[in-house]
């Protein structure tokens, strides 16, 4: 895991922040790439013993340090909560909400959470999140994906349901609504199983 850039907090520069957890087991940075002013990531510290670092909120190795966890939660819900209470935007607007999202993924993924401050008059929920992945595109120097890529497979998406309204097929009639809830909650009942103790 050497190119996980990730694994290299003092790579970070002036990006890295000094909030921290003072056990080493997160740290925070602002990302390279912003798709609303205030967000930053906290990141998952590889610990000196462990010879990987933890690649998801699924890998196992995140349980088997409950202070590390406990830590992560408290470190999540601090910046959460900080976000909400002291910043505003360049035009003096008030955070909403923070957003807090888990995209690890690739094939050198490494645990970090992303904080997404939502100002005063932003759009909410889907729309805010899709406008954040708009503006991380403009900051991309050289584009990983080209900007026109990347708003090509949004278009997509909206026109295929956009194209779905316009046939009257939007809405799922009740009787399938009804079959799918209950396949679901059958299958979520197989896999899930019972609560856990």
Request: with cysteine.
């Amino acid at each position: 895991m050497t190119d996980c850039v990730f694994c290299r907090p003092s790579d970070f520069g002036i990006r890295k922040l000094r909030f921290e957890d003072k056990k080493g087991y997160w740290y925070v940075v602002v990302p390279s790439e912003i798709g609303t002013f205030g967000q930053v990531l906290l990141i998952v510290r590889k610990m000196e013993w462990e010879k990987e670092h933890i690649s998801d909120i699924s890998d196992p190795k995140l349980l088997s340090d409950k202070k590390r966890l406990l830590s992560i939660i408290s470190g999540i819900h601090e910046i959460s909560n900080r976000l909400a209470r002291g910043l505003t935007d360049q035009r003096g607007r008030k955070v909403e909400k923070a957003y807090v999202l888990t995209q690890c993924e690739g094939e050198n993924s490494h645990l970090h959470f992303q904080f997404l401050p939502r100002y005063e008059g932003d759009a909410d929920s889907n729309e805010f999140l899709y406008n954040c992945e708009l503006e991380e595109a403009r900051w991309q120097d050289p584009p990983k994906l080209p900007p026109s890529k990347r708003i090509t497979r949004g278009k997509r998406l909206v026109e295929t349901y956009a194209r779905l309204l316009g046939e009257d097929c939007f809405t799922y009639p009740r009787k399938v609504k009804s079959a799918m809830m209950n396949q679901a909650v059958q299958k979520l009942n197989d896999v899930l199983g019972h609560t856990q103790n």
